[in-house]
T-cell receptor, first 110, second 112 residues
Framework: RKEVEQDPGPFNVPEGATVAFNCTYS??????FFWYRQDCRKEPKLLMS???SGNEDGRFTAQLNRASQYISLLIRDSKLSDSATYLC???????????FGKGTLLTVNP | DAMVIQNPRYQVTQFGKPVTLSCSQT?????MYWYQQKSSQAPKLLFH???????NEADTPDNFQSRRPNTSFCFLDIRSPGLGDAAMYLC???????????FGDGTRLSIL
C-alpha cells in the first residue's frame, strides 16, 4: 500500500457542482493531516488542516476517519477559481516530515 | 510579503555544470525542506534540516547536497546536473516536523 494514495482524477465538473476527493494513508501512527492546493506551475499552498472531528472552512469540508485511515475533502458550489490540483498530505508518525499524495486535478468548467 | 523566498525563479544551466539554488525564510521556523517536483508528480522530499541537524532521504542522489549556514538560509547544491534533474525545486519551512509547511515560489531548473 502506498504511503498516501489519492483518487487519480482528473475531475471535470460544472460550476456550482459538489465534488469530493478521497485519500488513504498507510501509517497508522500518523497524527497530522492536511489538504494543499497547487495551481499549475506554482507552489503548493495550504488549503486546510484536517482535524479528528472534521472541520469546515466556507465551501470546504474535511473529514478524517482514523479507523479506515481515510481523509476526504468536499468542495460545495465549486467556482472556476477552484480549478487546481489538490494534494493530500500526511505526517510520517514519529519523523519530521510530511508525505504528499500525487494529487488530484480538478477543472471547474463554466 | 513573501515569507519563504527562493532565488532564482528560473535557472538554466549546462549539463554537468554545478548550480546552487537558495532559500531564505523570515518565519524563524526550525525545519527547512528541499523538494524536487516533476510534471504531474507529487513533490519528492530530498532532505531536510531540523535546526542544524541534516536528514537525507535514502533515495536522494549523491549529486544533491545542502547547506544551512543559519536559521534563515538554506542552499541546494547540484554538483553535476544531468538532464533528469530538470524540475521544479521547492523549499519549504515548518515550525515543527508534523506541522503545515510553507512553500517558496520554487525554482524551475532547466538543463541544456
Amino acid at each position: 500500500r502506498k504511503e498516501v494514495e489519492q483518487d487519480p482524477g482528473p475531475f471535470n465538473v460544472p460550476e456550482g457542482a459538489t465534488v469530493a476527493f478521497n485519500c488513504t494513508y498507510s501509517n497508522s501512527a500518523s497524527q497530522s493531516f492536511f489538504w494543499y492546493r497547487q495551481d499549475c506551475r506554482k507552489e503548493p499552498k495550504l488549503l486546510m488542516s484536517v482535524y479528528s472531528s472534521g472541520n469546515e472552512d466556507g465551501r470546504f469540508t474535511a473529514q478524517l476517519n482514523r479507523a479506515s485511515q481515510y481523509i476526504s475533502l468536499l468542495i460545495r458550489d465549486s467556482k472556476l477559481s477552484d480549478s487546481a490540483t489538490y494534494l493530500c498530505v500526511v505526517d510520517g508518525g514519529s519523523n519530521y516530515k510530511l508525505t504528499f499524495g500525487k494529487g488530484t486535478l480538478l477543472t471547474v468548467n463554466p | 510579503d513573501a515569507m519563504v523566498i527562493q532565488n532564482p525563479r528560473y535557472q538554466v544551466t549546462q549539463f554537468g555544470k554545478p548550480v546552487t539554488l537558495s532559500c531564505s525564510q523570515t518565519l524563524n521556523h526550525n525545519v527547512m525542506y528541499w523538494y524536487q517536483q516533476k510534471s504531474s508528480q507529487a513533490p519528492k522530499l530530498l532532505f531536510h534540516y531540523y535546526d542544524k541537524d541534516f536528514n537525507n532521504e535514502a533515495d536522494t542522489p549523491d549529486n544533491f547536497q545542502s547547506r544551512r549556514p543559519n536559521t534563515s538560509f538554506c542552499f541546494l547544491d547540484i554538483r553535476s546536473p544531468g538532464l533528469g534533474d530538470a524540475a521544479m525545486y521547492l523549499c519549504a519551512t515548518s515550525r515543527q516536523g508534523n506541522q503545515p509547511q510553507h512553500f517558496g515560489d520554487g525554482t524551475r531548473l532547466s538543463i541544456l
